[in-house]
């Protein structure tokens, strides 16, 4: 913990590198390889995930309501921007909605099962599309504003 915010949340996988890989190249994450264990982060400060191997015999996750995980979000500027590029790689992609007073946002899972929340920067009553930028992958900067464990 780095002057009490969360810095990181660790997961246990079977095949760190593959889901560094899908990381890296499908929500545009930084990853980085310590020692066997995968580090990911979005570029300057935030969260960083990091893959561990499980265990032998360890079961796959399953999104359940009796798993302590839940999901991560990422914040981005153009949620439909996000969506459409992630489904260029062919991950399915929850259609966006504005969810009540918390934002417009849409959901998809990793190869791995985690959940991942694409969450809005505003509503989509007040949404200004921004330029896209193609030398990244969701096409804008994007950030994990959120990790929610149950």
Known sequence: MIGGR???LVLRVRDPASLA???SEVMGMEAKEEAGVW????PGPGVSLVLRETGAGARKYVASRDSCYWKIGVTVPDVELARQRIMMRGVQVSAPSQFMEVGFLCHLSDPCGFT??????TFQSNFVPPSPDESL????PA????????
């Open 6 to 8: 969360l810095s990181e």
């Open 143 to 150: 950030v994990i504003g959120q990790i929610t464990t149950r």
């Open 137 to 140: 992958a969701l096409g804008q």
């Open 116 to 121: 991942i929340e694409l969450l809005q920067h």
């Open 39 to 42: 580090r990911l982060a979005y």
């Open 21 to 23: 890989s899908w990381y």
